[in-house]
């Protein structure tokens, strides 16, 4: 095994009074913060009043001892995690041999609750954090953190805050660039990934079995479970201006030439979501709207004069019914796209803040996957921001005869509520999808 993060040691080491933060060895290995010991030598590493925090490898999060002793006390282990492997152990630390000595005695443990870590057991509260490998023996554990007590007096270092990739790591998200840069868009990206975390949360409160409904927690949750992390990914595409979302990876791809927003990325999500609704056996949000038929209507008080917002209608008298996304309701304007709508076809196609693929796809008699793959990432993305009150669904529509501003509709839908309708649905398919998932 290679590894060590930050760290690897084949002689004497003592450390003391320090942070090892969001150190990674994420490819076969380990030790995401220390690494003891290699197969051609021995270490000796004691570590006291230390905090090892969100460390990731694929052996031993925070510690890995291949060869020698290492003895931690009086320290602190939070979130650390295992990473990239099926085969992995070890969220915070791993031993390679029952011969060897990795000793975790009188240390804190918060997200066991106050259990005594169990070597080889997962952490019922926080599956896959802070596991600790069979070798390793754990002593009396800690009611509260020691760093700043009588056992350890001497200041902790300070924190400083998170940069923006380092912060997308809290939500188990791995930024990666094979062409380009992510540079410019990072804000965008966080914006977008805080943005859907809180709806998520919001959503949760009240419709999830879980006991943390914070943002963070309820993200990782449900847009990644006990997989890998999500990866987002700047690459050069065939169709290099749009972003990619596969959701058994996870990951995001987005060409050099997409000028991902904050809008753009929530609507990856929602490709996201969509996929792990359907993976927990309930119907994907996709498939949810593709067989809404024709009862998704407008509020309008006349009940026999109600308009179907999305789904299944006569539009057209010449073309027959067809499953379509619909033209009202939406938080911004867009002319759509009515081509295979697998991203720009035509120099008049628009996508705007809230209508990031308007895909229109007139296929009679049947549903077009794609039509309303588009249309579900896209109500998500308004779901998201109408939640926060910052945007999304609108009582509205747009077209070119009534209003030259596409990002911001100002032609009143007619006393319809479409936007209403919308988000109403979107509430109850998330609200059934959260209770019917045991696991989130
Ligand atoms: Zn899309």
């Known amino acids: 095994m290679n590894g060590g993060g930050a760290i690897q040691n084949g002689g004497n080491l003592v450390i003391q009074n320090s942070i090892f933060l969001r150190n990674q060895f994420p490819v076969a290995g380990g030790g995401g913060a220390i690494q003891n010991g290699s197969i051609f030598d021995a270490g000796t590493v004691s570590i006291s009043c230390t905090l090892f925090e969100q460390n990731s490898a694929s052996y031993g999060g925070a510690l890995l001892n291949v060869n020698g002793s290492m003895n931690v006390f009086n320290s602190m282990f939070k979130n650390n995690q295992i990473a990239g492997n099926p085969f992995s152990d070890g969220g915070a630390a791993h031993n390679v041999s029952s011969t060897l000595n990795l000793s975790l005695n009188n240390n804190y443990w918060p997200t066991w609750n106050g259990a005594i870590p169990i070597p080889g057991g997962d952490n019922p509260s926080t599956p896959g954090q802070d596991t600790i490998n069979i070798f390793v023996t754990v002593g009396n554990v800690l009611a509260g953190d020691p760093t700043g007590t009588a056992n350890c007096p001497n200041p902790r270092p300070r924190r400083v805050a998170p940069t923006p990739d380092q912060e997308l790591l809290d939500y188990q998200i791995d930024l990666v660039t094979l062409a380009g840069s992510w540079d410019s868009y990072l804000n965008d990206l966080l914006a977008g990934t805080r943005n859907t975390a809180i709806a998520l949360a919001i959503q949760s409160i009240g419709n999830s079995i879980s006991t943390d409904d914070s943002p963070i927690a309820t993200f990782r949750r449900v847009m990644i479970g006990n997989g890998p992390n999500l990866i987002l990914e700047r690459d050069s595409l065939t169709n290099n201006t749009v972003c990619v ?20 990325i929530t609507h990856e999500y929602g490709h996201l979501f969509s996929y792990r609704t359907g993976q927990q056996g309930t119907g994907s949000l996709v498939n949810r709207m593709s067989t809404v038929g024709s ?20 539009r057209d008298s010449r073309i027959g019914s067809e499953w379509y996304r619909g033209l009202f309701g939406w938080g911004s304007g867009a002319i759509p796209w009515r081509s295979d709508c ?46 926060l009150g910052d945007g999304g669904f609108l009582n509205k529509t747009w077209y070119a005869a009534c209003d030259t501003n596409i990002n911001s509709p100002q032609c009143d839908d007619g006393g319809r509520q479409s936007g209403d309708a919308r988000y109403q649905w979107m509430r109850s ?5 959260y209770a019917a998932n045991s696991s989130w």
């Open 429 to 433: 398919q998330t609200s059934a999808t």
């Open 245 to 264: 979302t596969t959701g058994d990876i996870p990951k995001i791809e987005c060409g050099t030439g997409n000028t991902t927003s904050q809008y753009t």
């Open 342 to 387: 697998k991203g720009p076809v035509s120099p008049t196609s628009v996508p705007t803040n809230f209508q990031q693929n308007p895909c229109d796809i007139v296929n009679l008699a049947a549903v077009d996957p794609n039509e309303a793959e588009e249309a579900s990432a896209d109500m998500f993305l308004n779901w998201v921001y109408k939640i």
């Open 295 to 314: 009862s998704v209507k407008d509020f309008y008080p006349i009940i026999e004069e109600r308009w179907v917002v999305f789904g299944v209608t006569t």
